[in-house]
């Protein structure tokens, strides 16, 4: 059974960082890309950024692009979201999600059960 556990999340100010870690387990995922969404109140679940885990392309939402560094550890089968220069509009459920597939938006097959981020002003 494919399990995505996810950690690192809490309450940051403005300025600050933050590391999540995205622990996958319960098959092998070389073939898969691990991506980051989020999701805040009111809002839809919104892409943030993406990595496969074979040959470790990126890719990331033009909002986090120079701020959140998306990185993998195939030892440790765990993905990681460095999140530097946080915003109170970073603010949501941070959620990582596994696909088999080319989109690097849509198509996850598998997702965890979200961790908290909240950036006070």
């Known amino acids: 059974q494919v399990q995505l556990v996810e950690s690192g999340g809490g309450l940051v100010q403005a300025g600050g960082s933050l590391r999540l870690s995205c622990a996958a387990s319960g098959r092998t995922f070389s073939s898969y890309a691990m991506g980051w969404f989020r999701q805040a109140p009111g809002k839809e679940r919104e892409f943030v950024a993406a990595?496969?885990?074979?040959?470790?392309?990126?890719y990331y939402a033009d909002s986090v692009k120079g701020r959140f560094t998306i990185s993998r550890d195939n030892a440790k089968n765990t993905v990681y979201l460095q999140m530097n220069s946080l915003k109170p509009e970073d603010t949501a459920v941070y959620y990582c999600a596994a696909t088999l597939g080319s989109s690097w938006y849509v198509g996850y097959d598998y997702w965890g059960q979200g961790t908290q981020v909240t950036v006070s002003s």
């Open positions: 990595i496969r885990w074979s040959g470790g392309s990126t």
